[in-house]
């Protein structure tokens, strides 16, 4: 689950991370009394959408006066933003920051992630901030530090000193690193983040180390122990038919091919999109119904599915366990019956009664394309969608 670049500020800030004075306005009136508010000679003000790349793209502007922030933010609020991150079709600006300007010397990159190959969190750090990190990872991967955290003794101040004298810290600004970096550590652990990213963090010239800006994602499988980041969630930021899938505990990712795939678990969904691939094909999305998906998500899954207009054909792979095969089939049948969809439909079935499924999809009087194995199946619904791409 991703948040808003202020919402992640609030949450940096409960933790005792220092980060900048700020208002989120979301009527274009409001941004002038904000900046008077603020009192600074300048005010910087900042689209707020789930992407970064906003100052290239013009979401990030400087204001000298409370009336340029107000011009600022009227042109802002309304607009398609178009970053990298975005892809073309962009996102419509709702909110704007308006933020205070700060004297900045010099602009780090810190981020906190899970290190899935060590299985524990990992500091990662580079002098090169305000930089997209995944170029500077390509151009110059020496210069991107790492830390790995061990679960079982957490954050020590050896770990920042480390990482502060290898950006080239003052030995005053190492010292104060130990708390910043912290209480970044704590924000991670605490609210069971996937990654929490400041870039840049600035040195000001006061000697300050401050989070000049934020990215924080949940682990939308730790949400049920945080409650009370239920009302962060933006829906106008997420995939239509992502939001619709959540609606019904189907696990949906839209992408931008032209097999839709229905599988039951994420290892089986993501050796399909392999499969299929494989096939000469590309994968219209993934979705797993679950293990335990009754008739009724199954029906659902196939109303989503046939939203997405680039979808050509359809790969059904299901292992049948708790959701049987006979099951499955009887919720095919009842969708396709339902729908009326005319997308040729590719099932591959194997487990608990896949003989009374496979007798259900070719008793129905429905042309269902029944497959015989994982690589069958990906080559007839390559063939049916059109063939390899």
């Known amino acids: 689950m991703k948040i808003h670049e202020y919402q992640a500020k609030a949450i940096l800030a409960r933790f005792g991370v220092p980060v900048p004075r700020g208002e989120v306005v979301v009527k274009k009136g409001e941004a002038e009394a904000a900046a008077e508010r603020l009192g600074t000679p300048v005010v910087v003000v900042k689209a707020q959408i789930h992407a970064g790349g ?35 079709e962009g996102r419509i600006v709702r909110r704007v920051l308006v933020e205070e300007g700060l004297d900045i010397k010099r602009e780090l990159y810190l981020s906190v992630l899970v290190d899935r190959a060590m299985g524990a969190p990992m500091f990662m750090a580079s002098a090169a901030g305000g930089m997209e990190i995944e170029q500077v990872a390509k151009d110059n991967p020496e210069a991107i530090l790492r830390e790995t955290i061990r679960p079982e003794t957490g954050f020590q101040a050896y770990h920042a000193r480390k990482l502060a004298f290898g950006l080239g810290l003052s030995a005053e600004l190492a010292h104060a690193a130990v708390p910043f970096m912290h209480s970044l550590y704590r924000a991670f652990i605490e609210t069971d983040s996937s990654l929490l990213e400041i870039n840049p963090c600035v040195v000001t010239g006061d000697g300050r180390l401050v989070a000049l800006d934020a990215k924080v994602n949940f682990d939308d499988n730790a949400l049920y122990r945080h409650p009370e980041f239920k009302d962060l969630r933006d829906l106008d930021e997420e995939t239509p038919l992502e939001v619709e899938a959540s609606k019904y505990k189907l696990n949906y990712i839209k992408l931008d091919g032209t097999i839709a795939c229905m599988v039951n678990g994420a290892g089986l969904a993501m050796a399909t999109m392999d499969i299929i691939k494989l096939s000469g094909g590309r994968p219209a999305n993934f979705l797993d119904v679950g293990g335990d998906a009754s008739e009724e998500r199954v029906k659902n899954a196939f109303r989503i599915l046939l939203s997405d207009p680039n979808v050509k054909a359809v790969f059904i792979n299901v292992f049948g366990g708790i959701l049987r095969c006979d099951m499955l089939a009887s919720g095919i049948v009842s969708a396709a019956k339902e729908l009326r969809f005319k997308v040729p439909v590719v099932v591959r079935m194997e487990g608990t009664n896949v003989r009374q499924g496979q007798e259900i999809l070719r008793n129905s009087g429905l042309n269902f394309a029944v497959a015989n194995g994982m690589k069958d199946g990906a080559e007839k619904a390559v063939a049916l969608a059109g063939g390899a791409l």
Do not use: D, F, I, N
């Not at 009227?74 to 178009?82: F, I």
């Open 54 to 88: 906003r100052g290239k793209a013009g979401g990030v502007k400087v204001a000298k006066s409370p009336e340029e922030a107000a011009t600022l933010a009227e042109r802002m609020l309304g607009m398609k933003l178009v970053t990298a991150q975005t892809g073309p």
